[in-house]
């Protein structure tokens, strides 16, 4: 029997409904949305028209855990993070192919957590974070495919009802917590966590974890953008680093589950250059409470101690010895008390003869010398009310700033 294919009318029809769409997705994202999440990473892409040679990839767990100031240095490479807050897998790995499209990275590090995360989990408030990245990549069409994945269209009216449901709107123009992104993509928020935590047996439990783990699958749909990930950098000849980066604590399902992507990701032989889960080093990279944002977070602290222990072990996966005083990059800070009204701040930074000066709310009350401490009359509660200009004598026009970091919310016992 005939089956009749698309007529002239029906084939309009389609063309004019994409062409819609396209249309109004356009000039929403150029009339409606804000850039808050947009990420730095996607206007270097687009305006170079090159991809870093190492690129950092994932959700909120890859630009709030990795320093590409540490890598650059240390591994004397061109890296950035390109990420967005809650992004689900398939937004992720869209990401990815955008970026190819213009250039390809020589290495992508992928943080699993968006691997791991449930597909369709994204709230209000992650799907405007998403959007904001969509809106990154360079070619419309793109875009037009990845707010499909992202954002779970499952038709073009449905579409178009997303993109402009009010609630979605609002939550671009009037977000809880702003995530101010670096111009490397990384974004280390000026809060960290307090209680009580030893890194030493949260290692040993990571470590038990590994022994006894039993691999458990994860969603389909995600294993199914792992391999589309895997896939693509092996047609373009990019090599994968597959990164766990530390919460809180581990668990023995996250160990199973992320112990099965990695052997599914080791299906795709030279391609993978190496899997870790950095639970397993708490201890080693001296974690204490204050490097963590929040229990699934790393503070600005945590993510200089991990990306030092990526680091040293990409060196090795790529035959290459880190030198960590080619670095210029904040390495922590630490607040002392003096005496009941006194305390102590100091700030240090990874160079050469770096040069430090302190501001008070503005005022200068030490300026540029060798010396990281100060000594004053401002309870840590207020420790963001000082400011630190960091640079190297050599390079006095590279600056780098930092305030200091106040206690978190977020409590952990």
């Not at 850039?35 to 991809?51: G, L, M, Q």
């Not at 950095?278 to 944002?293: A, I, N, P, T």
């Amino acid at each position: 029997m005939h089956k009749p294919g698309f007529t002239r009318r029906q084939l309009a029809a389609v063309l004019c409904f994409a062409l819609l769409f396209a249309g109004l997705f356009l000039c929403v994202e150029k009339c409606l949305f804000s850039d808050i999440f947009f990420s730095p990473t996607w206007t270097r892409i687009r305006e170079e028209h090159k991809a870093p040679q190492v690129l950092v990839m994932g959700n909120s767990h890859a630009f709030c855990s990795f320093a590409p100031q540490i890598i650059n240095g240390a591994l004397g490479v061109d890296s950035a993070v390109l990420g967005a807050s809650g992004q689900n897998a398939a937004g992720a790995v869209d990401s990815f192919e955008a970026v190819l499209r213009v250039d390809a990275p020589e290495v992508l590090v992928a943080e699993l957590n968006v691997f791991l995360s449930p597909y369709d989990s994204m709230a209000v408030n992650s799907k405007a974070s998403a959007l904001s990245n969509i809106n990154g990549m360079p070619h419309l069409w793109q875009r037009v495919k990845s707010a499909y994945h992202e954002l779970g269209f499952e038709s073009i009216p449905q579409g178009a009802f997303q993109l402009l449901r009010a609630d979605l709107m609002w939550a671009r123009w009037n977000q809880t917590t702003e995530i101010h992104f670096s111009p490397d993509g990384s974004s280390h928020l000026n809060w960290h966590a307090t209680g009580e935590y030893d890194a030493a047996s949260r290692q040993a439990d990571a470590l038990l974890h590994l022994s006894q783990a039993q691999p458990l699958e994860v969603e389909s749909r995600n294993v199914a953008e792992l391999r589309r990930m895997m896939t693509l950098a092996e047609k373009h000849g990019v090599k994968v680093v597959l990164v766990k980066t530390p919460t809180i604590a581990s668990t023995q399902e996250t160990c199973n589950r992320t112990v099965y992507l990695m052997n599914v990701a080791a299906e795709y032989g030279d391609t993978l250059l190496g899997a870790r889960d950095f639970h397993q080093e708490l201890g080693d990279m001296d974690f204490v409470v204050e490097d963590f944002y929040d229990k699934g977070h790393l503070s600005r602290s945590g993510a200089a101690k991990l990306t030092m222990a990526v680091v040293r072990w990409m060196g090795g996966l790529l035959g290459t010895q880190p030198h960590f005083e080619n670095a210029f990059a904040y390495a922590g800070e630490q607040v002392e008390t003096v005496n009941d009204t006194t305390w102590r701040y100091s700030m240090t930074a990874l160079g050469h003869e770096v040069q430090y000066r302190f501001a008070l709310d503005e005022e200068i009350v030490q300026d540029w010398s060798s010396l990281n401490t100060v000594t004053l009359s401002l309870a840590p509660e207020e420790a963001g009310r000082l400011r630190v200009d960091m640079r190297q004598a050599a390079q006095p026009e590279n600056v780098l700033t930092m305030s200091f970091m106040t206690a978190n919310t977020c409590v952990i016992r």
